[in-house]
């Protein structure tokens, strides 16, 4: 086995599982899955798709909430042990620039990333059609809504955790306004998280039973010693409707629109209940990672049928190796 580097912080305090004796994936499932259930606040009726980053004594996270008139929208939650969770009863409330109240119609599939000083939350909400918000926040106290990235019709967007040639860079999936049944991922760049451009495709579909309908992003890109770890989800069609499941693949350091290596295996796909089962019957949907720079050690968030958060493990090691040696 390689000896992968982490170029991240130490976060011993992350929540963790050893991988079961037999167990030989390279990623494994929490035994206490899911960690977050159904109505988990009043007029919520799910919480899924979510993403959560360290944040002082402990972890904090934006939560896509299902409310129980049927409209998503994104809700604050805090934790000690990345696990078990406390919510915010209110949505969160966006303002523009000038401190004037700018909440989007809806919103949800929310990303968290920190770069520098800074975090950001990226969902995907209404612009005329489906699209990327964007907003910053440095005390999780007010979120200032940004300039949309980019025109209708696009999701699932994540930004890389540090300027890549001191530009900004954030992964999308432009695609139509429906639940669209094709898409790929693309790479943006901005120098001021304003005004983008510099577009590259990334990657899309492949042959690959798991993903050979689209591909989006995940959780945000991880830097390692071997090149951006990222964890991406992929979907297939069947008679019963889409299979979402989780892949890996690892990009080029300083050009991350190069693919160097893409897992043909899926990483983890639908077999638990709260993954089968549920408002949306399987899927497994990135959406955030904890990892630790001493250990190796990474936690992987995932929203699970669009009804629960499930959380995996794995480490750089486990898992780099793993793609290289399974890369097509």
């Not at 994936?25 to 899911?34: G, K, L, Q």
């Not at 409310?67 to 969770?85: C, E, F, H, M």
């Not at 010693?225 to 989780?246: A, D, K, Q, R």
């Not at 936690?299 to 049928?305: H, M, P, Q, V």
Request: one cysteine or more; charged letters at 20%.
């Amino acid at each position: 086995m390689s000896n992968v580097k982490l170029i991240c912080p130490s976060l011993p305090g992350m929540p963790w599982q050893d991988r079961p004796q037999d167990c030989a994936a390279p990623v494994w499932r929490y035994s206490e899955n899911p960690v977050i259930g159904r109505n988990p606040i009043p007029e919520v009726a799910r919480i899924f798709n979510s993403a959560v980053a360290p944040y002082e004594d402990g972890y904090i996270g934006v939560f896509r909430g299902e409310q129980t008139n049927g409209v998503p929208y994104i809700y604050l939650g805090r934790s000690a042990d990345g696990v078990k969770w406390d919510f915010e009863r209110s949505k969160i409330n966006f303002v523009d620039r000038n401190g004037n109240p700018a909440q989007p119609v809806y919103a949800y599939d929310p990303r968290l990333v920190k770069v520098e000083d800074t975090y950001y939350a990226m969902w995907c909400q209404d612009f005329h059609g489906a699209s990327i918000g964007l907003a910053e926040t440095k005390d999780f106290k007010t979120f200032t809504r940004l300039e949309n990235p980019f025109i209708p019709f696009n999701r699932n967007a994540v930004l890389f955790p540090r300027k890549i040639n001191g530009m900004y860079v954030m992964l999308s999936r432009p695609s139509d306004s429906g639940h669209t049944p094709f898409g790929d991922i693309f790479l943006s760049q901005s120098p001021d998280m304003e005004f983008w451009g510099r577009h590259c495709h990334v990657m899309g579909k492949s042959g690959n039973w798991w993903e050979n309908l689209k591909v989006g992003g995940g959780a945000a890109p991880i830097e390692t010693s071997e090149g951006w770890l990222l964890f991406y989800h992929g979907v297939t069609g069947t008679c019963n409707g889409y299979v979402y499941s989780i892949g890996g693949a690892i990009l080029n350091i300083d050009d991350p629109s190069k693919v160097l290596y893409r897992c043909q295996n899926f990483l983890l796909t639908p077999e638990e209940w709260y993954e089968e089962r549920g408002f949306v019957p399987n899927v497994c949907f990135p959406c955030a990672t904890l990892q630790d720079g001493d250990t190796g050690r990474i936690a992987i968030y995932y929203g699970c049928a669009d009804s629960y958060v499930g959380l995996a493990f794995t480490t750089a090691d486990t898992v780099v190796d793993y793609i290289k040696a399974n890369s097509n």
